[in-house]
């Protein structure tokens, strides 16, 4: 469908791919309907990599246990002047500082604050990009190596598809590797979402107290402009 031209996919008729929907999120986004093969199916993310100079189709088994979920979980953008036409801003890397650097190449924000009139970009959730700063990724796990762990049941052990907080189940997911109690890992992860939290509502004080002293300073260079007119 890649190759019928770039807006296929997106501009298709309900009726062409529809019956493959299940619910918003259904075997087909993830599987080869085929061979059930891990396969992602938005073309956004095949178009990222092959700027980058690699290709999805060659990334191995436990790199597809990630990407099924990249093609989402991932921060985006349309493209307007080529019919809003989703995009992943990756061309200069995955970190925070790579994201800025492509859309200022490109001219990119999302909207004009109102009251200091600077450009703003918003990210949506760079859950594939955060993730890959980390040491998980670094020591080569996969996304679904926490959201999706094995259930054995019976003679049978298959793969978890109720995608949920890896907390819910610390037996199955963390403890496959760590050998700490359920009580420390869960607080590891508390400890540092606390962090991160904090962090924000600081940045978050710091980023308003910016727009609206801005704002004043903008209204004191109109100043002289106004009494010259009267
Ligand atoms: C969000 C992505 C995603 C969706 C949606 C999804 N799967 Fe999977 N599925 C996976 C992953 C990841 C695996 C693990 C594959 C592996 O490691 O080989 C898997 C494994 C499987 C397997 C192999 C057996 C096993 O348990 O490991 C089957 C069969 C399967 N899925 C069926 C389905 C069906 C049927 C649906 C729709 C009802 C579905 N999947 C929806 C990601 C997904
Ligand atoms: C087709 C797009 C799509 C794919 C593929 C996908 N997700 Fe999601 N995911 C979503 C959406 C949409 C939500 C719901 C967000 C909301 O309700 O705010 C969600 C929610 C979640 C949540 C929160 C669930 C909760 O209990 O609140 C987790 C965790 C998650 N996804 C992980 C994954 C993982 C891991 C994969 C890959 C195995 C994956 N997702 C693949 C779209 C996707
Ligand atoms: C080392 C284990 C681990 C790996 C690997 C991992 N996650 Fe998570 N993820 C977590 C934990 C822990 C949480 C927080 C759960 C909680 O707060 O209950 C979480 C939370 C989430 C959430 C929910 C965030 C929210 O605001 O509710 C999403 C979505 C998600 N992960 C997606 C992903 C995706 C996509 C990947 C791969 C790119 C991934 N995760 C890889 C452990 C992991
Ligand atoms: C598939 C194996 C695996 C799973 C599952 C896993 N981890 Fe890890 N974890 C690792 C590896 C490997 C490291 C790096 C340790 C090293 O190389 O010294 C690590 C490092 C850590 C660290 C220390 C690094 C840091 O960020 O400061 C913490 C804390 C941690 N993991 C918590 C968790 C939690 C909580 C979960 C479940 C949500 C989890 N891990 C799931 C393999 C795993």
């Not at 529809?18 to 087909?28: F, I, P, Q, R």
């Not at 200091?116 to 990009?129: D, F, I, N, R, W």
């Amino acid at each position: 469908m890649r190759e019928k031209g770039k807006n296929a996919f997106y501009a298709a008729k309900w009726s062409q791919w529809g019956n493959e929907v299940m619910n918003s999120v259904g075997c087909s986004d993830c599987h080869d309907a085929r061979n059930m093969d891990l396969r992602p199916a938005r073309p956004a993310l095949y178009e990222a990599w092959q700027r980058a100079g690699k290709d999805v189709r060659k990334a191995s088994h436990q790199e597809m246990r990630s990407l099924v979920c990249a093609q989402c979980h991932v921060e985006y953008y349309f493209e307007k002047d080529n019919g809003n036409y989703l995009k992943f801003p990756q061309d200069k890397g995955l970190t925070c500082e790579a994201a800025e650097e492509y859309y200022d190449s490109i001219g990119f924000y999302d909207y004009i604050h109102p009251l200091s009139k600077t450009k703003v970009l918003k990210a949506q959730h760079p859950g594939y990009e955060l993730f890959k700063q980390g040491i998980h990724a670094q020591r080569g796990l996969s996304c679904a190596d926490c959201h999706m762990p094995y259930i054995q049941e019976g003679g049978i052990k298959y793969t978890s598809h109720h995608i949920t907080s890896p907390l819910a189940n610390i037996s199955r997911t963390c403890q496959t590797c760590h050998r700490q109690s359920e009580e420390t890992l869960r607080q590891n992860v508390y400890e540092r979402q606390e962090k991160v939290f904090d962090i924000r509502n600081r940045v978050e004080k710091e980023l308003a107290r910016a727009h609206i002293e801005l704002s004043l300073l903008g209204r004191r260079v109109q100043q002289p402009r106004k009494w010259n007119q009267y």
